[in-house]
Structures are given as C-alpha cells and as structure tokens.
T-cell receptor, first 111, second 115 residues
C-alpha cells in the first residue's frame, strides 16, 4: 500500500520568512496530493491540492510542487504570518482508495 | 450547509468498556471516512463507507467496527477498550460519487480517553 513520509516533524520560522515542508510517497499510481492545515483544537481543513498532471499550483502565499519522477511533493509558504502556525498534513491517494496521510509538521511562526 | 457533525465531542471510558461514536456528513455527501489521530502518528485511516457499503478498511484490530445508514450517517464502535485507544476520532465526508476522489470535509472529532 501507499506510504507517505513527511519532513520535518517540527519547523520554526521567523515571521516573514518562507517555510517548506516536504513529502515523499511510494505508490507511483498516486494521482492526488492534498495538503491539510489543522490549527490547535480545530478540524483539519484543505488548503491546497495538486493532481498528477500538474507540476505546480499556487494560491496567494502558498504553493505546492510535485515531482512525479522522484515521487515527492512540497508545500511552500511565503511571507509567513503568526496565523500560519498549525500542524500541516500532506496526503496521497493512489486512485479510488483512502487518503494516506503523512505524520504531520508542526509549524511555529515566531513574531 | 451544515458541516460534518460528530457526537459525542468528549468521552471518558474505562478499559474493557465499549464505545459508539456518531457522524452526520454534509447533506448530499455519500462517502464517510473515519480516522484516528494520536500525537506523533498523524491521521490513521480506519474505514471508508459509501452508500452503506464498507469500501476500505485500515489496519486496525477487529475491535474497531463501523457502519453507514441509508441517510449516510455513520457510526463506529470500539469494543473492549484499551488504554492505547485514547485518541481523537475524526470523521470526514466527501462529495465524491464513487468514494474519496477529492476534498475531505472533517468534523470536529470525538476525543476518547480510556482510563
């Protein structure tokens, strides 16, 4: 089955700096890669996703890149703000099967 | 539209007891998935239901079971509770017509503590 590795597990950045979280997946059939943000005590919410026919996708300060050959994808957050502090989960789905999540990255943005 | 609703939000049980958690998906969503969230382990998949049929099951012991009703509401049950079952149980619904093919909409979760 699919296995998703996520790094780093914790990340601290200064406000205004960029943050990068990386994930690798094992199943070459995976074709959908979402990122979820979970603020403390809240539910996970989708912030951006990418499908396997696209290499990069941007939405304001966040972007996701996908390298299918290397089987890795990354979340990039620019101009970080205190409200970006949360746990971020990457996930992959090999076709019509359940989402497999990484173990999460706790991002702390220091003002 | 109302979001995904999970009940109860918090509960405390003792070892050996059993527990039933409920999830009402977003109206019109027919796919419901359950995940167990523990510190350091992320979100681990439990089950996925679509139109009352279990489509997928995660790597959990048989003490964990679930079902989905004709109105898409879902329940999960854990029997013979163990200390390690303490976790946040998250339910998520999806608008996909054939299971999980896109965004998952999560509920607030049911936080289970086993003493």
């Amino acid at each position: 089955g699919e296995n998703v590795e996520q790094h780093p597990s914790t990340l601290s950045v200064q406000e205004g700096d960029s943050a990068v979280i990386k994930c690798t997946y094992s199943d070459s059939a995976s074709n959908y890669f979402p990122w979820y943000k979970q603020e403390l005590g809240k539910r996970p919410q989708l912030i951006i996703d990418i499908r396997s026919n696209v290499g990069e996708k941007k939405d304001q300060r966040i972007a996701v890149t996908l390298n299918k050959t290397a089987k890795h994808f990354s979340l990039h957050i620019t101009e970080t703000q205190p409200e970006d502090s949360a746990v971020y989960f990457c996930a992959a789905i090999p076709g019509n099967t359940p989402l497999v999540f990484g173990k999460g990255t706790r991002l702390s943005v220091i003002a | 539209k109302a979001g995904v609703t999970q009940t109860p939000r918090y509960l405390i049980k003792t070892r050996g007891q059993q527990v039933t958690l409920s999830c009402s998906p977003i109206s019109g969503h027919r796919s419901v998935s359950w995940y167990q969230q523990t510190p350091g382990q992320g979100l681990q998949f439990l089950f996925e239901y679509f139109s009352e049929t279990q489509r997928n099951k995660g790597n959990f012991p048989g003490r964990f079971s679930g079902r989905q009703f004709s109105n898409s509401r879902s329940e999960m049950n854990v029997s013979t509770l163990e200390l390690g079952d303490s976790a946040l149980y998250l339910c998520a619904s999806s608008p996909g017509t054939s299971g999980v093919t896109g965004e998952l909409f999560f509920g607030e979760g049911s936080r289970l503590t086993v003493l």
